[in-house]
């Protein structure tokens, strides 16, 4: 987009309006911090991931370190540490 508005294509309102619209990036979240994250919302692996729409597999690998959350996963993790679980269920 910066390009569009260096040929004057876009203007510098309407590349604020779309940078407004973008959303932040969120943390990394560490294996502990799934499991506080679980913990603090009295959630079982297997209830966060029903919440999630992921497997009980892959909230276990996650708290092992064995993967990362990622992508729909991440921002759903920074929603439920900033609102709360019942902002997704």
Not at 1 to 26: F, H, S, W, Y
Not at 49 to 76: D, H
Request: proline share 3%; glycine share 6%; hydrophobic share 45%.
């Amino acid at each position: 987009m910066a390009d569009l508005q260096k040929i004057g294509l876009v203007d510098e309102i309407t590349m604020r309006n779309i940078a407004a619209l973008c959303l932040p990036d969120v943390k990394e979240y560490s294996p502990a911090e799934v499991v506080g994250l679980r913990k603090k919302n009295k959630l079982s692996q297997s209830a966060l991931a029903v919440a999630m729409n992921v497997s009980t597999s892959t909230v276990q690998q996650w708290e092992r370190g064995a993967k990362k959350p990622a992508g729909a996963s991440k921002r759903l993790l920074d929603l439920i540490e900033r609102k709360g679980i019942q902002v997704i269920i």
